[in-house]
């Protein structure tokens, strides 16, 4: 199976932002799936919410909120451009704020589970024998928190690698800058005698969603228990 310059470019694009949504994605995943499990405030339902509406929404009305926001005419883009001529509609780096905004939500509920299962009676333990906040959770929550961390990277990884909607709608679908597999895959299914090319990247997707599966399995495996930590 040969693959084309061209299909290693979709290849490396999807790659390069699935990777960093995932990056720019898992602190703030982290914090909001802590304040949702652990805190008690006016306005947690609405934010909840929030949070979890790209979920329900069609990928394409994400899409198009994401263009009147951060378009070139929308008020958070106009300032992105007019103050550090940074331009996020039709590039890889929308791409990445697209995909993160599809994959955000997964990440929230893989690690609000986490929290919400956590036995925190060990941090109550560790505090009076003198351990502080910070030291509570990179010893104690943080090792147990492990398994429920790798699921959402590797939901996150896999919705960033698989985003169609959102992103054509707010990128679009340029080659080399914006184009990555599901859209590759959907303009050759448009293109007679594409068929061989579709089959290929179909193929390398299915291989890097597997081989990110047994990934976190395997990491999952290794995970510190609790009578461990």
Not at 201 to 212: C, D, E, N, P, Q
Request: hydrophobic share 55%; aromatic share 10%; glycine share 8%.
């Amino acid at each position: 199976m040969s693959l084309s310059a061209e299909e290693w470019e979709v290849i490396y694009l999807s790659l390069k932002i699935a990777l960093w949504c995932i990056t720019i994605s898992a602190l703030p995943a982290l914090f909001i799936a802590w304040l949702l499990a652990r805190c008690q405030f006016k306005g947690k339902t609405l934010l909840s919410a929030i949070v979890h509406l790209p979920l329900v929404i069609p990928p394409v009305v994400t899409g198009y909120f994401l263009l009147v926001l951060l378009g070139r005419n929308g008020p958070i883009g106009r300032w992105l451009h007019e103050a550090f001529e940074i331009s996020l509609i039709f590039s890889w780096h929308g791409a990445v704020i697209a995909t993160a905004v599809m994959s955000f939500p997964l990440m929230v509920r893989a690690l609000r589970s986490g929290f919400e299962t956590h036995d925190w009676r060990l941090n109550e333990v560790a505090a009076t024998l003198g351990k502080g906040p910070v030291r509570r959770f990179l010893t104690i929550t943080a090792p147990l928190l492990i398994p429920s961390f790798i699921s959402a990277i590797t939901l996150g990884f896999a919705r960033a690698l698989g985003e169609f909607g959102a992103t054509i709608t707010f990128v679009s679908n340029i080659p080399g800058e914006t184009r990555n597999l599901p859209i590759a895959i959907y303009g050759l299914l448009q293109i007679p005698g594409g068929d061989d090319k579709v089959i290929r990247l179909v193929i390398i997707s299915v291989l890097i969603s597997f081989a990110a599966i047994a990934l976190s399995e395997w990491l999952v495996r290794k995970r510190p228990t609790r009578e461990g930590t």
